[in-house]
């Protein structure tokens, strides 16, 4: 089992809808969770961060954490073709030092 | 301006050659990473480096080494033990081992 599974793609959504990302992890004492976009042939960028259990929610951006379920997810609302491009799961596992990427999955939002 | 500058931006290396891949930033961050990134597929941590003289290797760390002198550098050798290492290579710095900032990447190529 990977330490950070996220769902396979490519996901795809129309312009407007709302897109659902998904992350589940192995690490049950994990205490910061990260999301990341990479567009493509670019670096990641930051995007959000969440501590607590709940929904964390930046613009069109909802981070919503589990720890009993070990998931965390990502909704973005009125989804725009800017949007499309690959996002990362990353957390914080009980090795403070670093943290676990998945593997990503890949959104288009068509027009 | 604040951020992470790697250089160069492209970098093409010959059989049995080393080279040295640079990371500076002026975030007066305490850590440091370095992750692979190969196409299509998630980020895979190199080594990382949470203070000045000291570092520790990631899930990959075979063929490469890295030195941590000063707090705004991180550079990573990629050593002619390096079989495959025709890659996208990311560094990014964190506070506290919590969000990370990534630099802009360099792509490496062997001919």
């Known amino acids: 089992q990977k330490e950070v599974e996220q769902n396979s793609g490519p996901l795809s959504v129309p312009e407007g809808a709302i897109a659902s990302l998904n992350c589940t992890y192995s690490?049950?004492?994990?205490?910061?969770f990260f999301w990341y976009r990479q567009y493509s042939g670019k670096s990641p960028e930051l995007i959000m961060s969440i501590y607590s259990n709940g929904d964390k929610e930046d613009g069109r951006f909802t981070a919503q954490l589990n720890k009993a379920s070990q998931y965390v997810s990502l909704l973005i609302r009125d989804s725009q073709p800017s949007d499309s491009a690959t996002y990362l799961c990353?957390?914080?596992?009980?090795?403070?030092?670093?943290?676990?990427f998945g593997d990503g999955t890949t959104l288009t939002v068509k027009p | 301006d604040g951020g992470i500058t790697q250089s160069p931006k492209y970098l093409f290396r010959k059989e049995g050659q080393n080279v040295t891949l640079s990371c500076e930033q002026n975030?007066?961050?305490?850590?440091m990473y370095w992750y692979r990134q190969d196409p299509g597929q998630g980020l895979r941590l190199i080594y990382y480096s949470q203070i000045v003289n000291d570092f520790q290797k990631g899930d990959i760390a075979e063929g490469y080494s890295v030195s941590r002198e000063k707090k705004e550098s991180f550079p990573l050798t990629v050593t002619s033990a390096q079989k495959n290492p025709t890659a996208f290579y990311l560094c990014a710095s964190s506070d506290a081992g919590n969000e990370q900032f990534f630099g802009p990447g360099t792509r490496l190529t062997v001919l």
């Open positions: 690490d049950r004492g994990s205490q910061s």
């Open positions: 975030l007066n961050h305490d850590a």
């Open positions: 990353a957390v914080k596992g009980t090795n403070a030092g670093k943290s676990t």
